[in-house]
């Protein structure tokens, strides 16, 4: 039999007091309402015996707050985003938040469908990976003074917090990486995306050769077709077309994985003799032969810093008082892969 549900009026008649002495010490201002040290042991000593829990939807309405919060990427179980998703709920918890997860899959129409879900339902704040057509919709949200904090891209005219890493300089740093173990002919392989993250590291690729007058190999892959896991024939046909290359850059992790496969396909020792670097880590990497150099991602300082912003837009009265634009570092994780070229 189900067991019957306890409500702060049970208690209230149990113990022979007002249901708004039994509220005040169960949202803990019973000292601020002078409650007595002894009334108020004696509430909560009771509510623990007969397991009451808040109905949440009526303490919902009657604070205007639910104590959700959604954490909206754009694929969650890719590693990067299910690593983040985890220290994000692990901080919320402790403050008295729950996390939604969901993926938007770079798509507008999902993306507006699902924040306007979650809108509805009255959640007290949003993080999000926006897809590209949906800055009107953040816009609003922050006119509406709900709470949003933009990961891993941004709209650069739009003035709302964000936590990006600085994808520019890190492609950068890791494209002179293989140049200065005397790589000469660098292939960047990334998708077809306008998205800003994408478009920085694109560029800081292209600032490395151009700097060091090398020639710019580029292969870009239409988004859906490297998001659904089909660009391994793509990256075999220009591997074999560009016989020249001696490095390949992914720009994600998921790419790389694809590339690896397709230089097992074109011939099983291409791993060894091919530098090869990815942007953003995996633990297969690591044991992966040869193991793999990798731009790392500071996922706990990432998770911390949104999560920062986030608990002090929740306390203000206007969100649009803050505005933070959050640039983190990347790190190179230099393993096996892209060891020096010995011609």
Known sequence: MRKKTVSIKNIAEHLNISVTTVSFVLNGKAKEKHISKILTQKVLDYAKLVDYRPNQIAQSLRTGK????????????NHFFSKLARIIEDIAYEKGYKVIFCSNENQDTKSLELID?????????????????IKSRIAELVEENHPIVLLDRYFADLKCNSVVIDNHQATFDATN??????????????????QMQMQNRLEGYETAVCEQNLKSHVLKIPYRDASDGKSQPIIKAFIEKNTDLDAVFFSTNYL????????????RNL??????????????????SPTITAVYQPLEAIGNKLMEVMLKL???????????????NAELKVRESSKERIY
């Open 256 to 267: 790389t994985q694809s590339g690896l496969e397709a230089f097992i396909e074109i011939d």
């Open 66 to 77: 639910s104590k959700i919060l959604v954490f909206m990427v754009e694929d969650i179980s």
């Open 177 to 194: 990486h293989l140049i200065s173990n005397n790589y000469k002919n660098i292939a960047f392989i990334t998708t077809d995306s306008e």
């Open 314 to 328: 929740l306390k203000q009265k206007d969100v649009r008082e803050i505005s933070e634009n959050i640039i983190l």
């Open 117 to 133: 879900l979650f809108k509805n339902r009255q959640v007290d704040g949003f993080i999000i990976v926006p897809s590209p057509g």
């Open 271 to 288: 791993v060894h003799t091919m530098g090869i670097v990815t942007f953003d880590d995996n633990e297969l990497f690591k044991i992966y």
